[in-house]
């Protein structure tokens, strides 16, 4: 059963526009949600996460912002970038688990 | 700072071989240590999990195992390798009390053939 789902496989936008990354889950226990940026054959890296008690927190360009009654999170990108080209990973935890959604990979078009 | 390590970077093995893949974190102590799979145009799945030496929590019943012989140390292996063990794996860690964070290491592309 996924916890974690991100609906939306691909993505592209144009540099110097939004990007907005989508994630929805399912078990209202989860108190931290993250996202993560992953480039083929690497490790994920950590970009942002949130508390369950906050709706919203912003680091640079990224911002996440968490729905906790549509069980919705999003992750802003503004201004994207062509670096920014990667698939990204929504996750959540509870107790000493992180699930993960499937990805989304993001093309910015220079 | 902390780090963690993970090897080696790519293996390609026979069906039925063993396997054994190492993973140590330096920089904390009392760490959470997590394996993870990523199939091929697949999320993260989670195979195991650890809070403490030789303590060990199994996601998914397969044919793999995994061990923590020493605080920072993780271990995944299996016997018998088979096709569909083929993927890109992933040792991670997080604080023992943190749930905002986790460390990934640079991951192992398995390939079994």
């Known amino acids: 059963d996924q916890q974690v789902k991100q609906n939306s496989p691909s993505l592209s936008v144009q540099e110097g526009r939004i990007s907005i990354l989508n994630c929805d889950y399912t078990?209202?226990?989860?108190?931290?949600f993250l996202w993560y940026k992953k480039y083929p054959a690497e490790g994920p890296t950590f970009l942002i996460s949130?508390?369950?008690?906050?709706d919203k927190n912003e680091d640079g360009r990224f911002t996440v912002f968490l729905n906790k009654s549509a069980k919705h999170l999003s992750l802003h990108i503004v201004p994207s970038q062509p670096g920014d080209s990667a698939v990204y990973f929504c996750a959540a935890s509870f107790g000493n688990q992180f699930y993960f959604g499937t990805g989304t990979s993001l093309t910015v078009i220079p | 700072s902390q780090t963690i390590h993970q090897w080696p970077a790519t293996l390609v093995q026979p069906v039925g071989s063993p396997l054994s893949l190492e993973c140590t974190v330096e920089g904390t102590s009392n760490p959470n240590l997590y394996w993870y799979r990523q199939a091929a145009g697949r999320g993260l799945q989670l195979l195991f999990y650890s809070v403490g030496i030789g303590q060990i929590s199994s996601e998914v019943p397969q044919n793999l195992s995994a061990s923590r012989p020493q605080d920072r140390q993780f271990i995944l292996s299996s016997k018998k390798l088979l096709l569909s063990d083929s993927g890109f794996y992933l040792c991670?860690?997080?604080?023992?009390?943190?749930?905002?964070?986790?460390?990934f290491g640079s991951g192992t592309q398995l390939s079994v053939l």
């Open positions: 991670a860690w997080s604080r023992g009390a943190g749930r905002e964070k986790l460390f």
């Open positions: 078990n209202s226990m989860f108190d931290y």
């Open positions: 949130i508390s369950s008690i906050k």
